[in-house]
Structures are given as C-alpha cells and as structure tokens.
C-alpha cells in the first residue's frame, strides 16, 4: 500500500517526489549534504583554504641535472596545446655546467585544517611531510611571467591530506613513514620509508628510501671538497656563486606560488587520461623563521623501479649519496589558498 511515505520518515512528513525534490534547496533536501562515494561523512574533497599551523622541520636543497628536470616539466607541466602558449621550465642555476636545485623538505605540521565549511567543523589533523621542490620558470607565449615550484614527489603520513591533495590540487601524495625527531641532527636520522604491500603470511613491508644524517659521519671533509669541486668548481669561491645567492633568495621567500597537475584516468584504458588540468595555487607565509644549519649527508635508495635520486636527476654517488651543503632548520605558519585553473581538457 503506498502510503504516500518514505522509510525513515516521520508521520507528520510527506513524501515529495523527484519533481517536487528537484525544486528545494540543498539544506532543506534530507540527507543531500553527503555524497555516498565519498568516504567520511562531509567528504575528503574539501576546498581550499587550508591553514597550516605550527609546521617545522629541515629543508635540503641538492644539485640536480636541469636536462632531466626539463623533462619532468616536459611530462606533468607542459600539457597544454602549444597554441595556449603556456610552458615550464626548471630555474637553472649554474648554466655551464646544467645544474638546478631540489629541494627536499621535511615538515611536521602540528595543525591542518581548511577553512570552507562544513570541513572546517571536523576539527584539524597533525602530520608529517616529506617534499621535493623544483624552481620553475611558467611562461606566456615565451615569455617568464611568474616563478614558483613544482613538487613531482611529496609523501604524507595522513590520509585526509593525501586524497584531498590529490583529488583536489593535484598534488601526488603518496602514504608513507617518516622518522624525524625535532631535536635531529643531535639525535636519530630523518628517514622516509615505503609503506609497501605485505608479502603472503608476512609483515607490512618498509623500504627505507631517503635517510638523512650529518654529512661527516663516516664522510671525511676532503670526500666533500671533493664533490663540491666536482659540480660547482672550487670550495673557497663557492660562497659567493650564483647557487647560494638562487638558494637564499628562494629560501626566504614569505610567499610563493606552487603548479601541479590534475589527472582523472580513463578506467576503459587506463593508459589515457579522461581530463587533465594545471592548477596553480598560492601559499602564504607567516611566522617565518630559519636557521642555517651544518652539511647533511642524504642517502637514496630505489625500491624496485621507484628511484627519486635518478627521476630528479640529483647527482649521488656510487653509494647513492648526495650532500645538501646549505641545509637549514625552519618553522612557519602558512595558509594554501588562490587556487587557480591554468588549463584543462
């Protein structure tokens, strides 16, 4: 018997149908706030702004070859139709010799949160994160109008974080471990690992893939002469080359813009991309303050065809190290907002 009812509906409701449903306003339709396929009650999509609070940690930066770089860019970045006019390029430090900068990054925050309600009433979450940041050039028709970063890699200890910037920004977050105790370099190593697949009847497993420790232990000071000389030329004149003067400059930077791009695959070929986009997005910077520390030692290991040192084309030895020589200790307040959508499909 119809009666004119929906289940779940008390005696005094009647039952609207789909016309009638059309025409309300979304807060007054039962239940429409929620999208079912997203997995918590107001969503992982939520939208920008988001406040971080509280974040500390150490940044890295290494020299990298800017012909693999540019190739990188080429990949995620330049994806627009050539009559769009809109193209990246890496920041190229050392010109002779096709050196760029990476910079790795590892943060905690101690609070992140977005601003747009409802998300905002969910309460903020704590992380810690681990990022590679490559200076990049953006273009119009040939032309430099803006520089920013691009982030090929970060790796996140939160799973809010991880689908929302991937799902909203386009930024690759990847779940992993990290290790960073806020009194390194006098206690244990930063780490990032891989929190891979658990083998048959066995444990999680975690390939350690950056360790991060100071640069003389077990380095001796003429190994790094040594490889300083080697990409940059002599120690003594290195102070006042352009690589300190780009790493200052940019490392002291209270605001800057970040490009990433958006992927939504195809699902009949997974091979295609049903719609891509380049966004660009602003961070703002406040509380700011660094600290220039000593050497660091960074050690890469590749986890089957997972190699970041030679994507990045950072230049390691044989052992896979690789020496940030003007590392420093930072802690910050920031805000991620602007986003914008510089093309898309």
């Known amino acids: 018997m119809n009666t004119g009812m929906k289940k779940g509906m008390a005696n005094n409701e009647t039952y609207q149908g789909p016309a009638e449903f059309d025409t309300l306003a979304a807060e007054e339709k039962p239940g429409s706030v929620h999208t079912p396929f997203e997995p918590s009650i107001a969503g992982t999509q939520a939208p920008p702004p988001y406040i971080c609070e509280g974040v500390t940690g150490f940044g890295f930066p290494l020299q990298a070859d800017a012909r693999v770089l540019q190739g990188l860019c080429d990949r995620f970045l330049n994806i627009a139709p050539p009559e769009k006019g809109i193209s990246f390029e890496p920041v190229v430090v050392n010109p002779a010799l096709n050196i760029c900068m990476v910079t790795l990054e590892a943060l905690d925050y101690d609070s992140l949160v977005t601003a747009a309600s409802p998300w905002s009433e969910l309460g903020e979450v704590a992380q810690q994160e681990f990022l590679f940041a490559i200076p990049v050039f953006r273009k119009e028709n040939r032309t430099v109008v803006e520089q920013g970063i691009f982030i090929p890699y970060i790796f996140v200890t939160n799973q809010n974080s991880a689908l929302t910037g991937r799902e909203v920004l386009g930024l690759p977050k990847i779940l992993a471990g990290i290790s960073m105790d806020p009194d390194f370099p006098a206690n244990d190593p930063i780490e990032l690992r891989f929190e891979g697949r658990r083998k048959a009847g066995g444990v999680i497993q975690r390939d350690a893939l950056v360790s991060i420790t100071p640069v ?78 000593p050497p660091m030692n960074v050690t890469f290991k590749s986890f089957l065809n997972f190699d970041i040192a030679a994507t990045l084309g950072i230049n390691v030895d044989g052992a896979g190290n690789a020496v940030s020589l003007s590392p420093y200790s930072i802690s910050a307040d920031f805000e991620l907002g602007n986003v914008k959508v510089l093309w898309e499909t």
């Open 216 to 293: 003389f232990n077990g380095i001796l000071p003429e190994l790094v002469d040594t490889r300083v000389s080697r990409f940059f030329g002599p120690v003594a004149t290195f102070a006042n080359s352009p690589v300190i003067q780009h790493i200052e400059e940019s490392s002291g930077l209270n605001s800057f813009i970040g490009y990433s791009q958006r992927t939504l695959i195809n699902p009949e070929s997974p091979g295609k991309d049903s719609y891509r986009s380049i966004i660009s997005s602003h961070y703002e910077g406040k509380n700011l303050n660094m600290i220039a520390t």
